[in-house]
């Protein structure tokens, strides 16, 4: 049953036939919603005049924070982001005033006929300009094992360096919208674009004043979302809900993508400093991480993707006394949010690079020094945070990939390459991933599913978790089809409601399908149970001849059969209406909570994840040095999915995940000018990898035979990983810049490695060899 069946609705996809809330249907007293936000940075309110734009024929509402009925806020963990701007704006691009009217065209009348006026204050646009006014979000975070200060004093060699790395922006194709349509009294049914159903639902609640219970959230499907919509896809629903209880009508607001760009936050940007003691065979001996994240004006994830980020500072390798401080900043810029990998990315760089100078300053090949730094199996297994790394499969990985990827042959071959030529440099890297799967706030690791089979034996499956294109609903399809032993066509997966299960996570962390497969099993194996134990009572009344127990009962092949006695058989579809005369409950609801996971957040110990998953890429690159211009010439992925519950799904989300990753580590720069304006807000200025971007020679494999115990049919979660399996294409163009100065100095990188990064970077280099060349080749007769 793990097999690669399509996406459920891959044919809908691709005839257009899949209905995204844009498509919807609505009558015609549906009303468009517009958003009006600020123009600054950081500005007082000094007043505002709506009266001119609510009498702007066609509209139907103009609210401001004091039309709203419940609470103003729609801070996710902490309270400190407002639904409408009060006396403040704290980003370009926060919402201010909502306006509702029959067409787009109205409400842009309306927004021309708003004045507010601003007293414009200074803003605070930088992690440096933050640091130096320490304006923080909340107090730093620590974890430490050892005493690294002293380890690194009496290391035989120590490194120091710093990092940026980069935002990034989602990119979903299908950007914030959600559309609210009134029902009886309080009632309101919203169709979001959210990856967190309930939580929109509450913030709906809490902004119109009235209780969850008046509130459902449906999501069919999102067209992606990547993180981008765990929280702020909040937004757009709250400012929609608002408009539509304001006019009793149907209201949708969908963001035109520039607004969507401004107006919603990015991968955290990182400014991250190390210092690193090693020994000659680069063997790291002590490590501090001092961790420096831009939160933007607002708390949101800001400190989860943190913890994540000092989490994944060790990656794939043993740091036997370390320590690592996360501080989050304060600043003019819309709250910085999820993003695939959440932090993760952000801390294995540094790591990443940190190994790749090690290696530099040994010439030493740094997979060798990867090698050397592995987790151990038996020892030198626990991380700095205090949690065994059980089922280690980085030996076993690296040996295949190694082999495979014909990395050694590629390095000689490379460096041939590089000898003959002068303005075409090529340059590899292997890099690992072990990445930690669970919520790091603990009680988040919970699901719940309702699982439905009506009287002609068809099933109806609803789970907490939401679609997004990852293919979540096939695995949930195939998981209660193989539990009940029938057919794929049998089982329909339901658009996510928050009427059917109550109290969801978001769908986030890579553990949608864990969670939800539990949750989905659960309910499968109560009605299993109920089923069996009905049949086995009818079949004993009806002929006493033998005994059948409710353990011997077997689902498989569309039949339910007495193991033991075989001829008391009866197809699925025809035990159902059987069970339903005999007034047997065919509905149940299943439920799952990840056990024995345990974390201390303050002391930062304890065992976070359930457990690890693991990947390696090999990536080869070819630079024009002088453009700057790279192109991928093959990649080498190996990816442990446990037993893969869809191995088609799976290798599209380790392939997609690796080309977003790409596009972080490579072309996509968000940049902001002086005055807190996002100046990279549409396709024009923000590059996203495009079909030409894809490596020429991709090589995706799945890591085989190696089950992932106690997870759903023995899988392991797979969105997220394969992410920062891209780090070995920024670290394969550092290693072909490198060979611009013959791999004799190395080179000053940062994140993203543009084409304006890497030229600068060959230019610092060219200089920093030629200033040292008259030393090193003094002439003979001078000696
Ligand atoms: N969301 C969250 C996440 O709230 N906690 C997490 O640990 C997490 N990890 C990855 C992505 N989203
Ligand atoms: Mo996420 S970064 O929504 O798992």
């Known amino acids: 049953m793990n097999r690669a069946v399509p996406h459920e609705s891959a044919a809908k996809h691709v005839t257009g036939e899949a209905v995204y809330i844009d498509d919807m249907l609505v009558n015609e007293q549906l009303l468009v919603g517009k958003v009006v936000y600020s123009p600054h940075a950081h500005a007082r309110i000094v007043s505002f005049d709506l009266e001119e734009a609510r009498n702007t024929p066609g509209v139907h509402a103009v609210l401001s924070y004091r039309d709203i009925p419940g609470h103003n806020q729609m801070g996710p963990v902490v309270k400190d982001e407002v639904c409408l701007a009060e006396h403040e704006v704290v980003c370009v691009g926060q919402a201010v005033v909502l306006i509702a009217a029959e067409t787009d065209e109205q409400c842009r009348e309306a927004e021309r006929k708003i004045k507010v006026q601003y007293e414009v204050l200074e803003p605070i646009l930088t992690i440096e300009q933050a640091i130096s006014a320490a304006s923080l979000l909340g107090p730093p975070a620590n974890m430490k094992r050892g005493e690294p200060d002293s380890s690194i004093r009496t290391s035989p060699h120590t490194i120091k360096g710093e990092l940026h790395t980069g935002a990034q922006e989602h990119w ?278 309702l699982v439905l089979i009506y009287k002609d034996g068809t099933i109806l499956v609803n789970h907490g978790g939401t679609e997004m294109g990852q293919g979540l609903h096939t695995k949930m399809q195939q998981v209660a089809a193989s539990e009940f032993g029938v057919s794929l066509d049998r089982v329909k997966v339901n658009a996510t409601n928050t009427s059917k299960v109550p109290n969801t996570s978001a769908t986030a962390a890579s553990a949608g399908a864990d969670l939800n497969g539990m949750a989905v099993k659960n309910a499968v194996d109560i009605l299993k149970g109920r089923i069996a134990e009905n049949l086995a009572q009818y079949w004993n009344e009806r002929d006493r001849l033998v005994t059948t127990r409710r353990d011997d009962i077997v689902f498989e092949n569309n039949t339910i059969t007495d193991s033991h006695y075989p001829k008391r058989n009866i197809s699925f579809a025809d035990a159902i209406p059987l069970l339903y005369l005999r007034q047997v409950q065919l509905s149940a609801s299943g439920f799952y909570k990840t056990p024995n996971i345990g974390w201390d957040k303050d002391k930062g110990w304890g065992k976070p994840f359930h457990y690890f998953a693991f990947g390696m890429a090999v990536t080869e690159v070819n630079l024009d040095i002088l453009t700057g211009h790279h192109n991928i010439i093959r990649t080498d992925i190996l990816h442990d999915v446990g037993d893969s519950l869809n191995a088609g799904i799976d290798i599209g989300q380790v392939e997609g995940g690796y080309i977003q990753g790409l596009g972080w580590v490579t072309t996509e720069e968000v940049k902001w000018d002086g005055e807190g304006n996002l100046m990279t807000h549409s396709p024009d200025t923000y590059k996203i990898p495009g079909v030409q971007d894809i490596p020429k020679d991709f090589r995706t494999e799945l890591l085989q035979n190696a089950p992932n115990p106690n997870t759903i049919r023995r899988s392991k979660a797979v969105a997220e990983p394969p992410l920062m399996l891209a780090l070995s294409a920024w670290l394969a163009i550092k290693d072909a810049v490198s060979a611009v100065g013959n791999h004799e100095l190395e080179p000053e990188f940062s994140l993203p490695a543009t084409n304006e990064v890497i030229l600068l970077s060959i230019e610092d280099l060219k200089r920093r060899k030629a200033e040292k060349t008259p030393a090193a080749t003094t002439p003979e007769f001078a000696k």
């Open 172 to 449: 979903y194709l299908e950007s914030q919208v959600c559309l609210c349509v009134p029902g009886e009294h309080k009632e309101m049914n919203v169709f979001s674009s959210t990856q967190h159903p309930s939580e929109t639902q509450s913030l709906i609640a809490e902004v119109l004043g009235v209780g969850k219970n008046e509130v459902v959230v449906e999501v069919r499907r999102m067209g992606g979302a990547f993180g981008g919509k765990e929280t702020q896809g909040n937004h757009t629903a709250c400012w929609a809900a608002l408009l539509c209880n304001a006019t009793n009508r149907p209201v949708k607001i969908r963001l035109f993508r520039d607004d969507d760009m401004i107006m919603t936050g990015k991968r955290h940007r990182f400014l991250s400093n190390y210092e690193v003691g090693y020994d000659d065979e680069g063997r790291i001996l002590a490590a501090n991480f001092d961790l420096h994240s831009d939160g933007g004006c607002a708390t949101d994830l800001s400190f989860a993707i943190m913890q994540r980020a000092m989490l994944h500072v060790d990656n794939a390798y043993y740091i036997p006394d370390c320590s690592v401080s996360g501080t989050v900043y304060k600043t003019n810029l819309p709250s910085n949010t999820a993003f695939r990998g959440f932090g993760g990315p952000q801390g294995m760089a540094v790591i990443e690079q940190v190994i790749d100078r090690i290696a530099r300053a040994l010439h030493k090949d740094p997979a060798e020094v990867r090698h050397t730094n592995f987790y151990g199996m038996k020892d030198r297994n626990v991380t700095h945070y205090g949690q065994e790394v059980e089922n280690n499969r980085l030996f076993m990985m690296y040996d295949q990939i190694m082999k495979s990827s014909e990395y050694l042959q590629r390095c000689k071959a490379i460096a041939a390459f590089n000898q003959e030529s002068e303005f075409f440099k090529k340059g590899i890297a292997l890099t690992p991933v072990k990445f930690g799967i669970s919520f790091t706030t603990s009680f988040l690791n919970q699901a719940g599913a």
